[in-house]
């Protein structure tokens, strides 16, 4: 069946740059699904990051905007997360998520077992 | 603040009827579809309902949903003990291009 991995460092300090990957096994990131990421702040609700299309089109969260961004690597089918300039705010835990189809308004139907990505000095 | 809004918890008792509600804007519930994701402790969300009120294929058909205007409800009958969980609901909002979650309603089976 299709699964999704989150991997990528559990602890940052702040101002540094965090890099997460999403490993897709059990079908072709090629597949008429968009791919995305979703964060969730210890004790708190979701907030959506930003997801791509494996034609490299891809759409973000206005707040966070500036510094995101997305890549998908078919060769190794999977998609990465880069936010920049870290702050204490951004502890969370990181899922990737597959979109239920080719619109990036499609809603979330899988998804990965998360990873807790903490910032501290 | 969230864009979309839930009431922060919910209780019933086992076999009661229970309805979750969301109420959003008409730039993201009104306009577009709504979807129900259930999240069991220390568990990732999985999608409970989408396009409003559609099951995916293994999720029993006690849990419903409704949409009108700019509000949503999620309904869950015969509850269990281990529909003990955070129920979020979600849309894409077209002034924000981009996905608003609700913040998210604890439901407590007593």
């Known amino acids: 069946q299709v699964q999704l991995q989150e991997s990528g460092p559990g602890l940052l300090k702040p101002s540094e740059t965090l890099s997460l990957t999403c490993a897709v096994s059990?079908?072709?990131?090629?597949?008429?699904?968009?791919w995305g990421w979703i964060r969730q702040p210890p004790g708190k609700g979701l907030e959506w990051i930003e997801s791509i299309y494996h034609s490299g089109s891809s759409s973000y969260n206005p707040s966070l905007k500036s510094r995101v961004a997305i890549s998908i690597d078919m060769s190794k089918n999977q998609f990465s997360l880069k936010l920049s300039s870290v702050t204490v705010a951004d502890t969370a835990v990181y899922y990737c998520?597959?979109?239920?189809?080719?619109?990036?308004?499609?809603?979330?139907?899988?998804w990965g077992q998360g990873t807790m990505v903490t910032v501290s000095s | 603040q969230s864009v979309v809004s839930q009431p922060p918890s919910a209780s019933g008792t086992p076999g009661q009827r229970v309805t979750i509600s969301c109420s959003g804007t008409s730039s993201n519930i009104d306009n577009n579809y709504v979807s129900w994701y259930q999240q069991l402790p220390g568990t990732a969300p999985k999608l409970l309902i989408h396009?409003?009120?559609q099951r995916p294929s293994g999720v029993p058909d006690r849990f419903s949903a409704s949409k009108s205007g700019t509000s949503a409800s999620l309904a869950i009958s015969g509850l269990r003990a281990d529909d003990e969980a955070d129920y979020f609901c979600?849309?894409?909002?077209?002034?924000?291009?981009?996905?608003?979650f609700g913040g998210g309603t604890k439901l407590t089976v007593l």
């Open positions: 979600a849309a894409w909002d077209d002034s924000l291009s981009g996905w608003v």
């Open positions: 998520a597959r979109h239920t189809g080719a619109l990036v308004s499609d809603p979330f139907d899988l």
């Open positions: 396009r409003n009120d």
């Open positions: 059990g079908s072709s990131i090629r597949s008429y699904h968009y």
